[in-house]
């Protein structure tokens, strides 16, 4: 019963020491004391810390360079997809652009009807200035038929077969196209070359033709409607010596960058051959 | 039975010749492809069946161009010609042998082409055509020459296994 009670007491004596010291402490009375402490300890364990980290660090690495590279590559090719996707829909883009100019082309000249059609080729010789296109006689097409685009003429069909026809271009040697100068009101020919120069012949040397004139086709010889835009006049050769005056031309398309065209469906060519008189 | 690759080879080549590679122009000239192949072919020594080649060489770019079928088929029977007598001459210089099929190839070529607008009424300045066409097309056809001889050589080795002269 004595040991009962002293035991009891030395816990009840132990409980308001400590309890005393914390109360002491908690009332700041020990502020110097646990704070050189509380330092050494925080310090202890940011040294731990930093150990522990290292090592987990080093032995988790390699397995995050591993998904890291894989990340990586995922978005690499995430990258090349979408810039894939960025030509083609800029690729797009362009083509709706040509194709809305076609369009306002088409709803500006009603009196034409037209079929649409891609440029899908060249002629294989250098010497010829032809240009195949995606529509045939599936399509309505027919030979001698006129092929715009937005900004001009460019030629005419020249051969046909179901699905495809080859289209004879305004630069081509063997072309020769009437044409009519609206600022000189004077009638001229048109002609190509194997540079893909165009050129105009037979200017009346009483004509005033200045650089900046508007050529147009004059519908003389059937061959084309008459009043589609083919260029400007770049400039004038004069010769009192010569027959007719020269003029180089500057045609409004660009021959180099053709991708879609219009053909004009409702133009019949006329073949004036019997009416040109034979020479005896 | 492996000569009939040619069928496709050959449309692949004139697609790509119409669609591609006349738009790589220098001046007013550009490289002719199927030149340049029919005499890459034609230039190895276990081929046998080079005129076949040309014949639907020139069906082909016939069907496409406006020249005349028989001014194609001319000028690529005379590349074939031409490589053939000049394989067994200097077979020991093969790159050699191309480029001077490729040359004078290209140069009978743009001539038969040259005299078949004369005749067809649309003459060219000879001038023009020699130094805007002519010449820009033979530079062009010498740089794809060494290429196309080797493809066309791995070619000759796959349709005629085990017939390789050395």
């Known amino acids: ?280 | 039975m492996r000569n009939l690759i040619a069928f496709p080879l050959i449309a692949l080549a004139v697609i790509f010749q119409s669609a591609v590679i006349s738009r790589m122009t220098l001046l007013s000239g550009y490289a002719d492809l199927l030149l340049i192949l029919l005499a890459g072919w034609a230039l190895q020594p276990q081929v046998r069946s080079a005129w076949h080649w040309a014949f639907v060489v020139a069906l082909f770019v016939g069907y496409l161009t406006k020249l005349p079928w028989p001014v194609t088929a001319l000028g690529y029977f005379a590349v074939v010609f031409v490589a053939q007598m000049l394989q067994r001459r200097i077979w020991q210089a093969p790159l050699l042998a191309m480029f001077t099929v490729t040359f004078i190839g290209t140069m009978v070529m743009h001539l038969l082409s040259y005299a078949a607008l004369f005749v067809a009424g649309s003459p060219i300045p000879l001038g023009d055509a020699l130094g805007f066409v002519t010449l820009p097309s033979l530079l062009l056809n010498l740089l794809f020459a060494i290429p196309m001889y080797t493809f066309m050589r791995d070619l000759a080795r796959w349709v005629y296994p085990g017939e390789e002269v050395e």
């Not at chain 1, 590559?73 to 690729?91: D, F, H, K, R």
């Open chain 1, 1 to 280: 019963m004595k040991d009962l009670f002293s035991r009891s007491l030395q816990t009840t004596i132990i409980f308001l020491i400590v309890g005393g010291i914390l109360a002491l402490a908690l009332g700041g009375f020990f502020s110097s004391a646990s704070n050189q402490f509380t330092g050494s300890l925080v310090s202890v364990q940011t040294w731990v810390s930093t150990r522990v980290q290292a090592l987990q660090d080093f032995f988790t690495a390699p397995r995050d360079i591993a998904s890291l590279r894989a990340r990586n590559a995922e978005l690499q090719a995430e990258v090349s997809q979408l810039q894939a996707q960025v030509i083609e829909l800029q690729q797009r883009v362009n083509e709706t652009e040509v194709l809305r100019a076609l369009v306002d082309f088409s709803r500006s000249n009603p009196e034409s009807t037209y079929r649409a059609a891609a440029v899908i080729g060249r002629d294989p010789s250098p010497f010829l200035h032809y240009v195949v296109i995606n529509r045939g006689s599936n399509d309505g097409i027919r030979r001698g038929m006129p092929v715009v685009t937005n900004q001009g003429l460019i030629g005419r069909i020249d051969a046909v077969i179901a699905d495809a026809a080859r289209v004879q271009l305004i630069t081509d040697p063997a072309a020769s196209i009437n044409v009519h100068l609206q600022n000189a009101n004077t009638d001229a020919v048109l002609m190509g070359s194997v540079t893909g120069d165009v050129t105009l012949d037979m200017i009346s040397q009483d004509a005033t033709v200045e650089p900046g004139d508007l050529i147009l086709t004059s519908g003389l010889g059937g061959g084309y409607p008459a009043n589609l835009i083919i260029g400007q006049v770049v400039s004038v050769r004069s010769l009192d010596v010569e027959l007719f005056q020269q003029a180089v031309v500057q045609p409004a398309v660009d021959f180099a960058r053709l991708e879609i065209v219009l053909v004009i469906t409702n133009f019949r060519p006329v073949d004036i051959s019997p009416l040109v008189p034979t020479t005896p």
